[in-house]
């Protein structure tokens, strides 16, 4: 903090005697004798009111100084901000119980960084109560109350009473010093257990690109709440029960008699899987043993799981190839897992009174819900709503969540929603302790704006897509030349960075909630919001430093030594951007809309382009080429730019490459 350790321990005394004093003051104005008449009374309370708001503006000082002094998170300005606005607003205000806070980052910079729109909320309160007044002579007491703080540099009121605030250039410098010490650390926030439920194909039917979605959007949540220090379980509930296995098993025993001894050469588990259904819906006699077979699996008789498991195994090799190329990490817990709990789950819901009969099936219906679960189906058998309450009861009381978040298609949102609904009703969570969520996405569709097939109508592979997303990656680095300038390794290394990056940023730059179209043409294109532009941006500020020949213990030694000057407008808007990281992850946490991330990402790179045409890094001489002079400082911006570039890079599941 720019104090010696002396000094800082000197102020932390003194603040800490201050308050301790106060807090006698304040005590013993709560039962002040000998009180004469009104007057007095009405002056004791109103010394009351100031002697606590000073009170509470030291104790959040020394809470300050010690947090700013112990913690290398990197401090949410927003946060900050809200935090200043809350003591002034109840120091003005203070016969309002929660008076209403809005502090907002500012859309145009001739406005200030940030806007407090508090004062027409307080406006409305204050006529509701008989009060009339202007919002901004609200806006004006707000701002004469503001305690004096390291962040505001000065405020404006403009308009009906927006207070405009302007940062000071030094409380900047400092955090960008911060974010170079102790590198990109997320915001202190409590300990979570969060379960991502993602992915998700069927045993037996090959990954199509309705899975893709699942998989690129849930593995980036994971990173998301990992780097928030929040324990993650990130749960692949595979379809890998369920009457299909009847007739893959029958058909396994007819086509490989010998599977319980020699393992079965089953190439093709989509064509295999077309078969068997093919038998099933034309021959008698192998459709009565395919519902023999279910039942002897269901049954648990070791020749029948051997064969369940001899399928499944053939499928997992496939995904893998998926999860292996996209660089996805999952654990397996299908519907079988949950076998044993469905009829527990059956039990409490009917010794509960929740559940009742229709037709021959058991339901549960949920006061205000569209549709009943059905527990129970007429021929005995559980359903996917028995399946998903017994996932979500496991999770709860086993796994301890207290997040649960749910990533499918969005058609699958009323079912959710009835299924939340009847463990709120039987009692297994409370919504205002426990977030249940499903994270619903729209399809993926062709250039053509239809659902996405080949050109003979059936469903995309999606290790086709990803291959076919490969090929076109070379052939764009070879179009550019690069394997004249890169090596065998790393133009492999390029081709499978910008391939797999350019197909994750394309879904995840949408908003999830939309449809969107797939299209290789404008993802591998390198301008625009694209991750190959991304890609190659990140690739070029790297080089900077590079070019400058620093290397990493003088950048180290820099980054402790050097002010990070924010004077230039260029260096001002580059920084100012760079610390709204910390705002950009509590919003994503809130919503969930990973495309925020996204964007934030592009306005970096481009508000860094800005910077680097407007101010020099390197000086070289013209003739010789040689590096004259470089402005440390400025290098510590880029430097900082890369690091935040990276764990965005990082969130989303993209992995950059030195040399493009």
């Not at 789950?345 to 205000?368: A, W």
């Not at 070879?478 to 133009?491: A, G, I, N, Q, S």
Request: proline fraction near 4%; charged fraction near 30%; aromatic fraction near 8%.
């Amino acid at each position: 903090m720019g104090d010696s350790v002396n000094e800082y321990t000197t102020r932390l005394q003194q603040q800490e005697q201050e308050i301790k004093s106060l807090s006698a003051e304040v005590e013993g104005l709560k039962n002040p004798q000998n009180l004469s008449p009104s007057p007095r009374l009405e002056q004791l309370r109103d010394e009351n009111t100031k002697l606590k708001y000073r009170l509470n503006v030291l104790k959040r000082s020394l809470q300050e100084d010690r947090t700013v002094h112990c913690t290398k998170s990197m401090t949410n300005i927003l946060h900050r901000l809200e935090e200043i606005f809350c003591e002034a607003i109840r120091a003005a205000y203070p016969e309002l119980e929660d008076p209403p806070l809005s502090v907002a980052s500012s859309q145009q910079p001739r406005f200030g960084e940030y806007q407090c729109n508090s004062a027409m909320a307080i406006a409305q309160i204050l006529k509701a109560k008989g009060v009339k007044t202007n919002p901004r002579e609200i806006a004006q007491k707000i701002v004469q109350n503001l305690s004096d703080n390291e962040v505001i540099l000065k405020t404006e009121i403009a308009g009906p009473g927006f207070i405009n605030v302007y940062l000071k250039r030094p409380f900047v410098s400092k955090l960008m010093s911060n974010l170079l010490i102790n590198g990109v650390q997320p915001p202190p926030l409590s300990k979570k257990r969060v379960v991502v439920d993602f992915s998700s194909p069927n045993i037996a039917k090959e990954m199509h690109v309705g899975h893709l979605r699942s998989t690129i959007i849930g593995e980036s949540m994971s990173r998301l709440f990992e780097f928030l220090g929040y324990d993650v379980l990130r749960l692949n509930h595979v379809g890998d029960w369920g009457t299909q296995f009847g007739m893959l098993i029958a058909h396994l025993q007819d086509k490989f008699p010998d599977y319980l001894t020699s393992c079965p050469p089953i190439g093709d588990l989509q064509a295999f899987y077309k078969e068997s259904k093919k038998r099933f819906d034309e021959e008698e006699d192998f459709k009565k043993r395919a519902y023999k077979c279910v039942v002897r699996l269901q049954s648990k008789e070791p020749e029948f799981i051997k064969a369940w498991n001899l399928i499944c195994d053939v499928s997992r090799k496939e995904f893998q190839k998926v999860y292996n190329c996209l660089d996805i990490t999952l654990i397996e817990r299908g519907e079988s897992y949950y076998q044993e709990m469905m009829t527990k789950v059956v039990k409490e819901f009917d010794e509960r009174g929740l559940s009742e009969m229709d037709e021959g099936r058991k339901i549960v219906f949920v006061p205000g819900q569209p549709i009943p679960l059905t527990i129970v189906k007429s021929d005995g058998g559980y359903t996917y709503d028995t399946s998903d309450l017994a996932a979500l009861r496991q999770r709860l009381f086993d796994e301890k969540a207290d997040m649960i978040i749910y990533v499918t298609d969005s058609g699958q949102g009323t079912h959710f929603q009835v299924v939340f609904a009847a463990a709120q009703l039987i009692g297994w969570y409370d919504p205002q302790v426990t977030r249940v969520e499903h994270a619903g996405f729209g399809v993926v569709l062709g250039e053509d704006k239809k659902k996405f097939k080949t050109r003979s109508g059936d469903t995309v592979r999606l290790m086709d897509l990803l291959d076919e997303g490969l090929k076109r990656c070379m052939d764009k680095l070879m179009e550019k030349e690069r394997d004249k300038v890169l090596t065998p390794e790393e133009l492999t290394k390029a081709q499978r960075s910008v391939a797999f990056g350019c197909i994750k940023y394309a879904d995840l730059s949408h908003n999830r909630s939309n449809d969107y179209v797939f299209a290789f043409d404008k993802m591998l294109d390198d301008r625009g919001n694209t991750a190959a532009y991304l890609l190659y941006a990140f690739t070029r500020i790297r080089s900077i430093v590079r070019l400058a020949n620093i290397d990493e213990a003088a950048l180290k030694k820099a980054a402790e030594t050097t002010e990070v000057l924010v004077e230039h407008e260029a260096e001002w808007e580059l920084g100012k951007v760079i610390l709204r990281f910390p705002e950009i992850l509590q919003k994503i946490l809130d919503s969930l809309m990973l495309h925020t991330l996204c964007d934030y990402l592009y306005e970096l790179a481009t508000t860094f382009t800005d910077f680097y045409d407007s101010c020099y890094c390197v000086e070289k001489d013209r003739q010789t080429g040689k590096v004259v002079k470089v402005n440390m400082s400025r290098i510590l911006l880029c430097e900082a730019t890369a690091a935040i570039m990276a764990k965005c890079f990082d969130i989303l599941g993209i992995n950059p490459v030195a040399r493009m």
